[in-house]
């Protein structure tokens, strides 16, 4: 087979051989045609130019555990194509068949213990899978980049890649057009570029120049057949292989004159004519409530901000002033640099105020939205020149491309409202701006129907009395992070069905509700006080369950005014009530840090475990309903030939794909390691854990599987250790222990399934049935064939 299919323009004369010259001598073979050193080349060019088109992925992501998976699809499906190619098969079979092992693939990655023999999906993997592609369009619009690698984002990340893969291989393999190659991989490296901050684009064009520049000169010799003709002496030339030499050096003068010259080019380093992450050169988020949920339920949480006040105040990160498509998002921030003396001019005047001063040290952070306490009117610290301030919403970011991370420090000044109540109480409604008070035709009329129905109950007759009766109202309802109608579409109509959810609904809902009375409301987001760690110097400690969403209103000569409609569980709240409008204590009462159980008298709960076996030595598939649910299905199960193709295309990507167990030495990392292992066995029973889940929710789910008891102590038990590891970076060897030994114990006490060998007698039964019974219609057909004739 040659690389460039020819149509003869006549019939080759009698006696004429395959890769002859019409006098009968032998030619030389055209370089580029399929086998020897030519086609290795070319196999792996391709190879490093998509594993160079995966490094921007790691943007995306705040982990490295994406690359051993993904990197994997990639190899396993330019693979599965360069083999098709080498037995001939065209484009059409190619796609199929990476359509197949792109099924198996991710069964084997993301949902082995429901896949029959670990790679061949059942019906209980595409349950899996829907659940992910659900739970990954929610990951999608509720986050923010980076983020952590959950298993929904993983299986969008090796579809992607895998697709990109595939049609970088037909491209250059099938239709043997390496610069179209090129221009998908393209596709696949450009796309994660907007979606995280910016950092130097040089760094990452380089080498995807250099890959690409690889794959076309591997190609050349193909490329030069086909532009100069088949017939072209130098075509023909014996030796020419493409200039390859000429080519690399010509590569290199090229990629160096683009890294030297570029910033010559017209509109290098210059703002965006469109900028996505926010207008007037100052990046930011489209909706900065995007991460709430996934900071309140992080799995690996610590410190986000050390606070040194002498009071507990919300630190907040940014102002959301509009309700469209069912959430509340804030418009392009756009912030003007504070004064050389760091001073902010304030967003609304307010006739009296206190001065509170607020020292940050910036923890397990990252962003350029900065939490202050509202509304700051002072700024210090090192990064003071880079601080910006949008007066439209009291918004503090930073510019230039600057970030807030770990050890970064900065000190605000705050001129907290000091209101009136009765001055306030006696005041009417005030909206300077009718966007204040806007709401789309989309809202429900039960939303404001409710918010007249609470007014009327509470004989509120102004703003303020109308505002504390919703509030009060709303605090009376349930609180959980795991809301019974989710996020979607309905989530309003579900909040209000249920009345359970957690700060971003109710503090939506109550601005919400608001607006239909033609109060000025809106949604603000960042951090209530946290943990009083240390009373004498007024340090309080911030941690990602701090994560919040309150209300602030607009009055006439106080400003804006937060309110709390959220029952937090916590009771880490500043409520305020007619009597105190700006309260200085949480609704907790209790600011020590809270008592963490010592259980290491508890080794009793989990008797019979021998720590010493691993883990990974117990297999999770015996130890699962969930494949005897699929092993009862057998009807649905796929060919053997499928199954052995499958088997084939997994086996060495589920061993690049497996991920390193972790060092015995590190305690926090083994407790991390069983937390992990407790979710795949979720994943296997069909709980999987959940993005809304904090570990005791999704462990007690996990633990009602079970038929026995132990199983809800062993759940308490990891529950109780991985809070530890998250907060406490001092965990023991023995607190790892118990860790591990309360998620075998977990394992254990599972209901039992069929094993390997009974599931494989199942299937062959299943089978012979099937040929019997397609060949008894076959003969019923023929019966009946010479019945008609």
């Known amino acids: 087979m040659t690389a460039v299919a020819e149509r003869p323009t006549a019939p080759p004369p009698p006696g004429h051989r395959r890769g002859a010259t019409a006098d009968g001598s032998s030619s030389p073979p055209a370089t580029g045609t399929p086998g020897g050193n030519t086609d290795v080349a070319q196999l792996l060019s391709v190879v490093v130019l998509l594993l160079v088109a995966l490094v921007p992925i790691g943007r995306v992501f705040d982990d490295t555990l994406w690359v051993r998976p993904v990197a994997a699809g990639v190899l396993v499906a330019v693979g599965l194509c360069w083999g098709l190619r080498q037995f001939g098969a065209g484009g059409l079979v190619t796609m199929a068949a990476s359509v197949l092992a792109w099924l198996g693939f991710t069964s084997a990655v993301l949902a082995p213990a429901t896949a029959r023999f670990g790679v061949v999906p059942t019906r209980d993997t595409l349950e899996v899978g829907r659940v992910l592609l659900t739970d990954a369009a929610e990951l999608i619009r509720a986050q923010s980049s980076p983020v952590e690698p959950e298993p929904a984002l993983l299986l969008v990340a090796i579809s992607g890649t895998w697709a990109i893969a595939t049609a970088v291989c037909d491209a250059a393999f099938i239709r043997r057009v390496p610069l179209a190659a090129v221009g998908i991989a393209l596709v696949g490296f450009s796309v994660p570029l907007p979606l995280a901050t910016r950092t130097s684009g040089l760094a990452l064009a380089v080498p995807f120049l250099i890959a690409a520049a690889g794959v076309l000169l591997a190609f050349g010799s193909v490329d030069l057949r086909r532009w100069l003709g088949p017939s072209s002496p130098r075509a023909r030339a014996p030796g020419r292989r493409g200039g390859l030499a000429t080519g690399a050096v010509l590569t290199t003068l090229a990629v160096g004159a683009g890294v030297l010259l570029a910033d010559a080019l017209p509109g290098f380093g210059e703002p965006p004519l469109y900028e996505i992450r926010g207008r007037g050169g100052t990046p930011s988020t489209n909706n900065p409530m995007v991460d709430l949920r996934t900071r309140l339920t992080a799995s690996d949480g610590g410190t986000v901000l050390e606070v040194t006040t002498d009071r507990p105040m919300y630190l907040r990160t940014a102002a959301l002033d509009t309700y469209e498509d069912q959430s509340w998002t804030a418009e392009s921030i756009r912030g003007t640099p504070v004064g050389a003396d760091g001073a902010i001019a304030p967003e609304v005047e307010a006739n009296s105020t206190e001065e509170v001063t607020v020292d940050v040290e910036v923890g397990d952070l990252r962003g350029e939205l900065v939490p202050v306490p509202y509304p700051a009117v002072a700024v210090e610290g090192p990064l003071a020149e880079y601080f910006q301030h949008d007066d439209r919403n009291g918004t503090v970011i930073l510019d230039g491309g600057e970030q807030i991370g770990q050890g970064d420090a900065y000190t605000v000044t705050a001129a907290v409202p000091d209101p009136d109540a009765a001055r306030i109480g006696a005041s009417e409604g005030f909206a300077p701006d009718s966007h204040l008070t806007s709401l789309p035709d989309t809202v429900p009329a039960r939303v404001e129907d409710l918010a007249r129905q609470v007014i009327a109950e509470a004989e509120a007759t102004t703003p303020l009395q109308q505002a504390l009766a919703i509030q009060d109202e709303l605090q009376t309802w349930n609180y959980s992070l795991e809301p019974p109608g989710g996020h979607g579409s309905d989530a309003l109509d579900d909040f209000l069905d249920s009345r359970t959810g957690y700060c971003e609904q109710f503090a939506a809902t109550m601005a919400l509700m608001l607006r239909t009375l033609d109060i000025p409301a809106r949604v603000a987001v960042g951090y ?202 001092d965990v023991s060897a023995d607190a790892a222990a118990r860790a591990e030994t309360a998620t075998a114990t977990l394992v254990e006490a599972m209901p039992p399934s069929e094993g390997i060998v009974d599931r494989a007698r199942r299937a062959a039964r299943v089978a012979r049935a099937r040929t019997a019974q397609s060949a008894r219609y076959t003969r019923m057909r023929s019966w009946w064939g010479r019945r008609s004739g």
């Not at 937060?562 to 007619?578: I, K, M, Q, Y």
């Not at 088997?647 to 060092?663: E, I, Q, Y």
């Not at 992990?676 to 993005?691: H, I, K, M, N, T």
């Open 528 to 729: 209530t006080p946290g943990t009083l760690v240390d009373p004498d110097e007024g340090r309080w400690q911030v941690s990602h369950d701090n994560a919040h969403a309150w209300v602030e209103v607009l009055f006439p000569e106080s400003g804006w005014l937060a309110f709390e409609p959220t029952p937090r569980s916590d009771g880490n709240v500043l409520v305020p009530s007619a009597a105190n409008l700006t309260p200085s204590d949480t609704a907790a009462g209790d600011t020590d840090p809270p008592d963490i159980p010592d259980l290491a008298d508890e080794e009793a709960l989990v008797p019979g475990i021998d720590e010493d076996v691993p883990f990974d030595d117990q297999s999770l598939g015996e130890e699962t309903d969930v494949t005897a649910t699929a092993a009862e299905d057998d009807r649905r199960t796929w060919p053997w030939v499928t199954a052995g193709l499958f088997l084939v295309v997994a086996a060495g990507a589920v061993l690049t794909a497996r991920r390193t167990a972790p060092d015995p030495a590190d305690a926090v990392a083994r407790v991390r390691a069983a937390r992990v292992r407790a979710e795949r066995l979720g994943q296997a029973l069909g709980v999987p854990s959940r993005a809304s889940d904090t570990d005791r929710e999704f462990l007690t789910r996990l633990a009602q599987q079970a038929p026995s008891g132990a199983a809800g102590d062993a759940a308490h038990r990891l529950a109780v250790e991985s809070a530890r590891a998250r907060y406490f970076p």
